[in-house]
């Protein structure tokens, strides 16, 4: 019995494609077994992570499940060549004054492929062609210099620094060419 009710647009958009990845929709069956914590035969051995869990139930809570609201949801990080979920990437919600918030995670054993900055680059070009969407916004931690790596190569310009958090954007005029 799923908790997540079925008529979700399942069209709201098509994937995201990148040439080594699939970002798609976490579909109901995913949604609910992230949050009562199942694992699915198609995730990577690692996979999920409680970054995971969590990312699925704010989406959940956040009504972005609706179809209005499914492209500034959660999405799997799916390698191509295996059919493997390796992680979630997507929005902590609509977006406010034209800027919405993208978090990512990628499982330890599908690191340092360069796999987050390439979902990044990829869900970040495809939300700015929204309308109503002119910055993506990320926080990490001052510590986490590998999330920092990552929102660099990704094209994100630091813009604030604090003891706790620091904040990255990429507004529509600062996006990257398509090649890059």
């Known amino acids: 019995m799923s908790i997540i009710p079925e008529n979700r647009a399942a069209d709201a958009d098509a994937g995201i494609s990148t040439e080594r990845l699939s970002l798609d929709l976490m579909t109901v069956a995913e949604v609910d077994a992230l949050i009562i914590q199942t694992r699915r035969p198609d995730w990577a051995e690692d996979f999920p ?9 704010r989406a959940f809570e956040a009504g972005l499940l609706t ?32 800027a919405v918030e993208v978090t990512y995670n990628v499982v330890p054993s599908h ?18 062609a929204q309308p109503h969407v002119d910055e993506v916004i990320a926080y990490t931690e ?3 210099e590998i999330s920092q790596s990552v929102l660099l190569a990704a094209g994100f310009i630091p813009q604030e620094e604090s003891d706790i958090v620091l904040r990255f954007t990429l507004s529509r005029s600062q996006l990257p060419d398509a090649s890059a």
Do not use: C, H, W
Not at 49 to 57: F, G, K, L, S, T
Not at 113 to 118: D, F, I, P, T
């Open 67 to 98: 179809p209005a609201a499914a492209r500034f949801g959660m999405r799997m990080i799916r390698e191509r060549a295996t059919s493997l979920v390796v992680g979630t990437i997507g929005f902590d919600g609509v977006p406010l004054e034209k």
């Open 111 to 128: 690191r340092a492929q360069g796999y987050a900055a390439e979902a990044l680059r990829a869900i970040t070009r495809f939300i700015l």
């Open 142 to 144: 001052p510590a986490n």
């Open 49 to 57: 992570r409680p970054e995971d869990y969590d990312a699925a139930r």
